[in-house]
């Protein structure tokens, strides 16, 4: 079989939208079956130490993946005071979806299929997000996320989807519960028996990490 010398790649990358920057490590490993997005919830991005968990576990299952911060350094500043960025839902899906076009103009990119793994609100603007790009989002995993926050788009969802709660973590399963009714899209609700919000028990994030895996594998 012939190496395809785009791969493996691991880069720092910038990307502009609108004005501000955004900054990211995008990693392809040399097999690539597709490219999967992670989108972070309040307090956490490209650094996040479970997303970095989670992107490694699936580096090893030959996937690419792209973690970067979806509000600038400013508004993650302002946000750690107000909380003003966190829930906006809107503002957090249109970044996504810009960061998405423009990692589908990336000419050494075009032939991967994309994913979104969310995790906390940051599952509601993927879920968002992936309602918007219908033609080229294949699959969602959200991890501990707030699908409720997405409730417009989840009849517009044509992307597989999973949705994965700890077991501890009681409001927001009934709140993922609630949501998965609305998902018309083929869909699987995994609940990791106790484990709280964060999975920090162990083996409750190498659980997220393997069924994250085995979902994307299967629909990219």
Not at 32 to 45: C, D, N, T, Y
Not at 75 to 92: M, P, V
Not at 137 to 144: C, D, T
């Amino acid at each position: 079989m012939d190496i395809d010398p785009r791969f493996p790649l691991n880069e720092k990358v910038l990307i502009r939208i609108n004005g501000k920057n955004i900054y990211g490590n995008l990693e392809i490993p040399l097999k690539a079956k597709g490219l999967v997005i992670f989108a972070h919830g309040s307090g956490s991005g490209r650094l996040s130490k479970r997303n970095i968990y989670v992107a490694d576990f699936l580096k090893k299952n030959d996937l690419g993946t792209l973690l970067f911060d979806l509000l600038t350094a400013e508004e993650e500043k302002i946000d750690s005071y107000t909380a003003e960025y966190r829930f906006n839902i809107g503002l957090l899906s249109k970044r996504l979806v810009d960061v998405t076009d423009w990692l589908i103009n990336e000419r050494k990119l075009k032939d991967l299929q994309l994913g979104y793994f969310g995790a906390s609100t940051g599952a509601a603007a993927a879920l968002t997000a992936a309602a918007e790009r219908q033609a080229i989002i294949y699959a969602v995993v959200s991890r501990g996320g707030r699908p409720d926050l997405a409730m417009r788009s989840l009849p517009k969802l044509k992307a597989p989807t999973l949705l994965i709660v700890g077991g501890e973590d009681f409001e927001v399963i009934e709140l993922n519960k609630a949501a998965y009714k609305s998902i018309t899209a083929e869909k699987k609700l995994e609940i990791i028996r106790g484990a709280t919000h964060l999975f920090e028990e162990p083996g409750a994030l190498e659980e997220v990490s393997r069924l994250t895996a085995a979902w994307f594998t299967k629909h990219l």
